[in-house]
């Protein structure tokens, strides 16, 4: 869905250091003529701080309640999904259901190098050594039988370590700032399938996994993987809030589309409303092993998907309509996001590109957690997992040296907007 924004916010001025903002109006008093009263942020418990009242003073500013001009677009707010709206990882819940149910196809000619333009030849061998004899190409694979155990093992050591099961890397070449080849392997091999297909796999996993218990591990292959997804309450309950308050609320997530669209509606966000890794597709509908494309990127040279400037580029696409080159780069403040809320640093450019409040959910990642507790501009809120919070970390972020990683893979300082290096930083919400 395409959105034109017209002038900034009624309520806002832009100055040099951010946002400045009218008094919102205080709980209890009455709302404005022809608005109803801010909705509250209700589930109280799990919310770090001030971060509840952060988030409320958020609705308060920009929703319902504090009336629209005539013309003036919705606010927007957008969530990653994995570890930020669920604990665990709704695409390593449907990777494991498709080995355990054989629902991965053997690729053309047998050549697992169809399958991604960045797997070594290493991993392709490795991976046609342990599969090949097991089904003729476009044929299912039986990775849930003793039989096919082995190939099953190989899959899931290239999909979750990214290394072979001998520790030969398994992918290589790739920006690391547009594209993650490990996470884009998982829609493309749901290539042969069509999009409502993969969304019924997706919710036989969702089921499984909502009705296991916390903690709970699964058989995959010889090995066991996690069984358990969790919605967090807090956040069903923030999304619902934004929802009634008049946001714009979306999901931006490294998952493929279909399995997000299927847990999505668990929060109330239509598929509409999601972007995933996207494939392309057959005319009869089946997907590739390409990806669609984004900005600069064209569909199926598989470099850009909703991976940290790609999720700025599919942001800018698909909420703001920016079109061409121009959707890898930041926007002005009134087609950004007010909101937005992740966990890793797969997230960093377009929680960076949110005018209002940036939540993380902190899963001790270097670069995300260096910005957000250097919090130059006063905008970012911290706050321990809702389910399992990791305990703290036991020495500084390496702001100063490595924790910034570069589109080639080097490692360096994390800067800020002005060139100066963000100092190292203590963990201090856990």
């Known amino acids: 869905m395409h959105r034109k924004w017209a002038a900034p916010l009624a309520l806002m001025a832009l100055t040099g ?4 903002w009218a008094p919102p ?10 608005h109803g009263p ?71 000619a047998g050549d697992w190098s169809t399958t991604s333009r960045f797997l070594t030849p290493a991993a392709a061998t490795a991976l046609a050594g342990a599969c090949a004899a097991l089904a003729r190409p ?37 920006d690391r700032r547009t594209t993650e080849p490990s996470y884009s392997w998982l829609p493309q091999l749901m290539r042969g399938w069509t999009a409502r297909e993969i969304r019924g796999f997706a919710a036989a996993a969702r089921t499984e996994n909502l009705a296991a218990p916390i903690g709970a591990a699964q058989r995959v292959g010889t090995g066991t993987a996690t069984g358990w997804v969790r919605y967090y309450d807090q956040q069903k309950d923030l999304i619902a809030t934004l929802r009634k308050a008049g946001f714009d609320v979306w999901i931006s997530s ?19 409303h999601v972007m995933g890794i996207r494939n392309t ?12 494309g984004c900005g600069s990127v064209r569909d199926g040279d598989d470099t850009m998907i909703t991976y940290i400037d790609g999720k700025r580029c599919w942001i800018n696409k698909e909420i703001f ?44 990642k270097n670069e995300l957690m260096c910005r957000a ?47 100066s290096v963000v100092p190292d930083q203590t963990d201090s919400v856990f």
């Open 38 to 108: 801010c909705p509250r942020v209700s589930v109280g418990s799990g919310w770090h701080g001030d971060n509840q009242a952060r988030l409320q003073e958020l609705v308060d500013r920009h929703g319902r309640c504090n009336p629209y001009r005539p013309g003036r677009a919705k606010p927007v707010a957008v969530f990653d999904w994995d570890n930020t709206v669920v604990k665990n990882d709704v695409g390593d819940a449907t990777m494991f259901w498709m080995l355990r149910n054989g629902r991965i196809r053997q690729p053309a």
């Open 17 to 20: 250091s951010g946002l400045l």
């Open 254 to 272: 490294a998952s493929p589309q279909p399995v997000v669209e299927v847990w999505a509606e668990g929060v109330g966000i239509g598929a509409d």
């Open 373 to 419: 507790y250097d919090n130059g501009d006063g905008r970012w809120i911290v706050n321990p997992m809702f389910i399992e919070p990791k305990p703290q970390k036991a020495g500084p972020y390496p702001c100063t040296t490595t924790g910034y990683v570069d589109h080639d893979g080097a490692k360096g300082p994390v800067l800020r907007g002005d060139g």
């Open 281 to 292: 597709t057959t005319r009869g509908g089946k997907f590739t092993a390409h990806l669609q």
């Open 138 to 174: 476009g044929a299912p694979l039986p990775t849930g039988t003793p039989a096919g155990a082995a190939c099953a093992d190989e899959i899931n050591a290239v999909y979750g370590t990214a290394a072979t099961r001998a520790g030969a890397p398994a992918f290589a070449g790739w």
């Open 321 to 364: 309509g920016v079109r061409g080159a121009a959707a890898e780069q930041v926007q002005p403040a009134a087609r950004r996001q007010v909101f937005a809320a992740g966990d890793s640093d797969t997230d960093i450019s377009f929680l960076r590109d949110a005018t209002a409040l940036r939540l993380v959910v902190n899963r001790n």
């Open 25 to 34: 109006a205080q709980a209890g008093q009455a709302a404005p003529a022809g």
